[in-house]
């Protein structure tokens, strides 16, 4: 046989610098780390101190990521969550109105775990736009809150386990910021490692291919929003600890400012496309942001603007919308453009 | 030498039309058996079922003597691989979490990714493709897309191996490793279904040909007592009753559109002309580029060159989107009349009222009086039955479901009008009156372009034809000589044959 | 033609003749949808009257009608953004407040004319940011909007150092939110005015039938020669001129205005929308199914208050309603489908 014994289409030995732009082509979190070189050299030069109080910018990105880290799990599958910050307001009521500590920890998870259950039914079963379906659970379990707390602030019974717990453990690890650091790597493993956590990928990114070859769609999106409920509830747990006390209505700006560290960090809310580690970039500069603005002594509007705006340039720049934007637009500019040849030539093309 | 896959007797109908008659078609090892027909013959839904996608009517498939379940994983099981015609892959995910996807090899929930990356490694070796086995599907071109999904049947071990047009986005150094691959593995003793409307490859390939015709299998051959033109009559088939009579006669006028080096995706370097009163088609097989290529010429859909003109009263215009073809009088009646021409829910008055609203209300308010009578006057024009304009489009059969789309631009007397597939699923007698609109569309002055995969309806209809494969077009032809050989022969990659 | 089409299936089209046109039995899900509004506004208000003590007093009424009217006038206008399928505007909690405290700090330096130009410029940039994104960028309208919500809310306390402003107690302004018609006050007129205002919009203008039109098909609507981008703007513009219309009649009512007083309109604004029978898909609906869903809502949690049940349950009633009315609209969508 003379026919050639394989084909090479794209690929080949690649240079060093080649192999670096592959690998950064390949990544979708260029918008965050973007975005984090601006708001560190913004930061270095205002206001070094967020880097020598390390520990305080450590505590507000865990404080920002942990919820957001839950969340990409959803968009991943092209869903959402909005219900997060009221998972975490409920779970944290429920942690402090049960006197035992185990005890109401274990009920705040549960707590988290049934609203991602209800979340995932009213979905995958029922068939709702999972916008407006969260949103309803937004607004049901704010109720609940307010309901189980008497619309009150609750005390924590064992106030001296929260102060422990805000202590730090090993130099400016505080059991936040440990916490935040074992669910990164456990998502991070799961969704990257983990045949179940992988298949996510696969129901945002191509839903009738992955029902094809087998994946159970359904049960998946079950575990993404188990996953992103049991997270906020977790949340809420170490708010209530740190606090010692649960606010029925605490958590109003973790909705915008996960949302803000999932979508920068380069997680298609469409679904298919991100990564952990964009999130953690993104929970990054978002809390480097914070630090910087609050101890420029910046009032907290100010900050509600600051991240609001990153929200909003992050859905808007999304490189899959931007492409369809720019292409119209050079669609439109094609035409004016000569092309080479006569424009005017009857009967060219016109078989007579 | 037994037969390892067995199709006995197939039939499936949708709605009451057989779209697979009492089809048999068996295969051996190391076999490659070409499946051929025209655009709806019946060869997608025939392959589908073979896979375990669709359920016969009637009949059995069998695998080794065994007859196979009708499921989907049932096929896989028994050793049949599909290669689908659309892509089926992950476009996040990379070249070996693909070929592998819903099978990931793993250990306790944990995915093994050095031996997937090995199996990977060496299925993409045995069929000779060079990937980078990490890179994401997003980032490959469409050729080499093509190469994973084959890959993806490969790993699966199978005995049967499916493919479906295969070829449609492949260069021809693609194309030619990819039938040399083919060869390769049928010596190791796979069998091969081979679907393709390109007669080239066929010979090249195959040794054994059937052909389907309107669901009906027609011709059975061994390649070798068989030659290309054989095939492309039997493709073809039906008695040529070429009603002259329902011929017009053609007086075309001025240029109305010219369309000149339009480039885009699906599309290479086309210029076109249509003049007044003229009906120019558009022949070609599905994926030829026909559709894109209007589109883009119209605006529906960006283009990256190329200039467009329309004439009208002497004026010429630049067209630069779809809004500005609209000011000049360019209607366009698309393809999926379901997506892109009706809105299904709305009434048939509210769907013609869409693109004239700007004339009949002028300051924005609407009359629903005026509306109203224009939409009468236009369904008894286009013959819409039952003529209740207060019905919900979507209450409607196909055929005047496609006769409101064209009622919604006769109206505005259009200056060139753009038909793509105007009969699809449509009925006999709305088809015929809807070949009697085009006409007398074209009659009346208009520009007039069609694509139809229907080569009966381009025969009547056209003036000129001009037959697209690959986004360009292959060849002009004469409307009132040309044949359906000549149009297939022209579209599916043979030379043009002398009348 | 859109690229995800499987090709096969398009063959299998050809092939399969239509379906059978759609039988117009109207099973029990499809009707409830369409109609259970109705009844249950109906049992509500007897079984109030009837059952809760206080309920059918006038000065009750008078103040159903109060509450009812802001939250009404918003509901109202989103339902233009509903109906074009996208979703909600959730920064109407920061539009209504902003325009509240536009009209009373600037018409206490300025004037009333002065006022109404600010809160008319503020109305436009949101309906522009808002419809711009949405419209030309095709970003997610609910993360848009919440983004807006914060940059909005942020921008107001930041320039109203978060105090509170008073308008004169015999001002014009306080005059027409005191002023009454039997027991109904002004605001619930403009409330009835803004809903046959924008009914007729919706219904007999060309830009009415183009936002219903794009939230049924929006391809067929662009290839209809309608510049759909200009529509969703035009759909944001008139959710932000009703919520500006809110903020004037809040203030008017109040006399007061603070950046936190329009809390939780957005989604008593949704659930009077979707309750009403508008479709979360798009496509379907009404101002008048809006206003219907306005009543039912204002009177629901009217009762929860006569009740003396706590602002709580009052919240997860309205987070159980929608979730009822979507769930409902879906079962009816999948029953009208088969």
Known sequence: MTQQDTIQLGGGELSLWGKIKLTIARRTEGRGVALLAIILTVALLTEPLVFTAYQVTLGRIALIGLVALGLTAVILMGQ??????????????????IPDLTLGIIAALLTGLLVGAINAFGVAIIGINSFIWTLGMLFFLRGVALVISNEAPVKLTNADAGIAFGQPLIGPITPRILIFILVFIAIQVFVSRVKMGREFYAVGGNPQAAKDAGIPVKRRIFTGFMISGFVSALAGVINTLERTAADPIAGSTVLLASFAAAIIGGNYLKGGRGSIVGTLIGAGALGVLQVTLTLSGVQVPVQQIFIGLVLLLAVTTDPNNLRAVLSSIRSARSSRVKVQKPASEPNKSTAS | MAAVVEAKNITKAFGGVKAVDDVTVSVEAGEIHAVVGENGAGKSTLMRILSGIEFPDSGQVMVEGKEIENSAKDSIDAGISLVHQELSLVPEMTVAENIYLGGFPTSAGFTKRKEMKKFAQETLDEIGVQVDIDERISRLSVALRQFVEIARAIARKPKVLILDEPTASLTPAETDYLLSMLERLAKQGLAIIYISHRIPEVFRLCHNVTILRDGKLVYVSEIKKTTPQEVINQMVGRELKLDLESRRDAKPGDVVLSAVGIKAPGVNDVDLEVRAGEIVGLGGLVGAGRTELIRAIIGADNKTAGNVHITVDGKRQQITSYMSAMRNGVAY?????RVDGLAMTMSVTDNVYLPNRKDLAASGVINPA?????????????????????????????????????????????????????????????KAEIHRLVKELADQGTAVLVVSSDLPELLELSDVIHVVRDGKIMGTLDGAKADEKQVMGLAAGEKLVEA | MSKNEPITQINAMAQAPE????????????????????????????????????????????????????????AVGMTFVVISGNYLDLSVVAQVATAAVIMIAVSNEYGYFAAVLAAMLAALIYAIVNGVAVGYFKANAVIVTLSTTYVGLGLLRLLSGGSIF???????????????????????????????????????????????????????????GTNTGLVIIGAFLVTSLSAMIAGFVLAAFSNTAVSAMSTGYDFQALAAIIVGGTSVFGGKGSVLRTLLGVIFVSVLSNVLVLLNIGFGYQQMALGVLIALAVTVDALARRAGKK
Do not use: C
């Open chain 1, 80 to 97: 959402l969550d909005l219900s997060v910050a009221s998972t975490l307001a409920a779970s944290g009521v429920v942690l402090a109105i």
């Open chain 2, 333 to 337: 009646v698309p393809e999926e009349r």
């Open chain 2, 370 to 430: 005026k509306a109203a009578k224009v939409a009468k006057e236009l369904a008894d024009r286009v013959g819409l039955r039952p003529p209740e304009i207060k019905r919900e489009a979507g209450q409607y059969s196909g055929g005047n479901q496609q006769k409101i789309v064209i009622a919604k631009w006769l109206h505005k007397r259009p200056s060139f009008v753009v038909l793509d597939e105007p009969t699809r699923g449509v009925d006999v007698g709305a």
């Open chain 3, 19 to 74: 379906e059978q046109p759609k039988q117009k039995s109207r099973r029990g899900v499809e009707w409830f949808a369409e109609n259970g509004i109705f009844v249950f506004t109906a049992v509500l208000i007897l079984s109030a009257a009837i059952f809760v003590d206080g309920f059918a007093s006038l000065q009750n009424i008078t103040d159903v009608f109060h509450r009812a009217a802001p939250i009404g006038i918003v």
């Open chain 3, 166 to 224: 008073f308008g004169p107690p015999d001002g014009a302004l306080a005059q027409f939110g005191a002023g009454k018609l039997g027991p109904v006050p002004y605001s619930a007129l403009v409330l009835v005015a803004m809903t046959l205002i924008l009914a007729f919009v919706l219904n007999r203008t060309n830009f009415g039938f183009t936002v219903r039109s794009f939230g049924i098909n929006e391809r067929a609507t662009r290839l209809g």
